[in-house]
Structure formats: structure tokens, C-alpha cells
């Protein structure tokens, strides 16, 4: 069971060059999000999703942008980096229902602007 | 409105030694609390939880939290300290019935000496 699965886990951009950030779930899973994570300052919501087409802003959206076409996949797109968002980027997912509040990690992508 | 405050970003114990990590949140609505451990250059892994009832908690690897509703804490404990415990531990709430956002602190890293 691949659980949630995050590409690339490393990438350098160049300032204002752009990419995508994939995550893919295979658990059936309605609820989505990314995080970036930041030394000493914890996990920040980016965006987050509720299901397919169906997607709202975090804590810290700016400069991010998502979609959701379907239940797996929960792509994050960067479209003119700044040195701003270097940063790890973690993917997670959770179920619905009272019993299902865990959240489920990708293993990240460390993103370097430089 | 729901935050988190871990206090203390480094904690450092002796092999065999009592684990206690400091956590008070705020929640507008009753909350679900969480504890979750991050190993080098990998993502989060849900070490226990509250949702309702008992407020004693046991989670993964020895450890446990106890809900407090009065002082509005959920500190993390481990009798005795192992050094397979060296990780970076982060509390995290979320609104009761609130599926879409969790909140997380900005982490303790623990040290373990031998």
C-alpha cells in the first residue's frame, strides 16, 4: 500500500521559473492538503481540499496555486518561484467520518530558490 | 480560531530519563489533539490522539498525553527515554467535526544522550 506518494523529493529553481509539486493518494481519501514546512516555525496550511473540484486557501496561499480534477491527485503548482518558498513541501491526506481525523505524510520534496 | 504553543523547540534527556514535552492550545470549539513525530527526512507519523472520552491517551512507542480542558494542555510523556526517540515531535489541534484544518505547533526537537 503506496499511502501517499510525493515527486520530486528534491528540486533547485532559478527565480521567477515555475513547477508542479505531485502528490498522489491511494486511499480513497476525500481530504487533502499541502504544508510547507520552515525551520522552527512548524507546518503551514498552503491550500487544502475537501474533495474533487474542490479546494480552498490555508494559512499562507500566496504565490500557490492548486487543483483537483480527482480523488488521488492534489497537485501544487509554483508559478514564479521566489526565494520565498524554499522550503519543504509536505503532501497529506485524511479519510472522512469521526474516525478517521489522522492525518496521512508524503515523505516531502525539498524545494531550493535560488 | 485554534492555535497551538509548543513550549521549548529543544528538549534534551538523558537515555532512561522522563520524556515530557509541553503543549497549550486554544480552541473556540472542543477540540481533537494530536501528537505527531517526525524522523529525519521523512514525513509526519500520528503518534496518538484525543477525540472524546478517556482524557489518558496512549499512543505508538510508550508514549502517552493527558488532556487537560482546565489548563487547556496536552503534554506528551514517556516513562524512560530511548534513543530511537531523537525525533522532532509536533502537537497539533484541529475543531471537533472540522475535517478541513489542523493546526500544528512549531515542534520540539527531542535529544536523547546517552
Known amino acids: 500500500n503506496a499511502g501517499v506518494t510525493q515527486t520530486p523529493k528534491f528540486r533547485i529553481l532559478k527565480i521567477g521559473q515555475s513547477m508542479t509539486l505531485q502528490c498522489t493518494q491511494d486511499m480513497n481519501h476525500n481530504y487533502m492538503y499541502w504544508y510547507r514546512q520552515d525551520p522552527g516555525m512548524g507546518l503551514k496550511l498552503i491550500y487544502y481540499?475537501?474533495?474533487?473540484?474542490?479546494?480552498d486557501k490555508g494559512e499562507v496561499p500566496n504565490g500557490y496555486n492548486v487543483s483537483r480534477s480527482t480523488t488521488e491527485d492534489f497537485p501544487l503548482r509554483l508559478e514564479l518561484a521566489a526565494p520565498s518558498q524554499t522550503s519543504v513541501y509536505f503532501c497529506a491526506s485524511r479519510g472522512q467520518g469521526t474516525t478517521n481525523e489522522k492525518l496521512f505524510f508524503g515523505s516531502g520534496t525539498q524545494l531550493s530558490v535560488l | 480560531a485554534q492555535s497551538v504553543t509548543q513550549l521549548g523547540s529543544h528538549v534534551s534527556v538523558s537515555e532512561g530519563a522522563l520524556v515530557l514535552l509541553r503543549c497549550n492550545y486554544s480552541s473556540s470549539v472542543p477540540p481533537y489533539l494530536f501528537w505527531y513525530v517526525q524522523y529525519p527526512n521523512q514525513g509526519l507519523q500520528l503518534l496518538l490522539k484525543y477525540t472524546t472520552g478517556a482524557t489518558l491517551v496512549k499512543g505508538i512507542n510508550g508514549f502517552e498525553a493527558e488532556f487537560k480542558k482546565s489548563e487547556t494542555s496536552f503534554h506528551l510523556t514517556k516513562p524512560s527515554a530511548h534513543m530511537s526517540d531523537a525525533a522532532e515531535y509536533f502537537c497539533a489541534v484541529s475543531p471537533s467535526g472540522g475535517y478541513q484544518k489542523v493546526t500544528f505547533g512549531t515542534g520540539t526537537k527531542l535529544q536523547v544522550i546517552p
Open positions: 481540499s475537501v474533495g474533487a473540484g474542490i479546494t
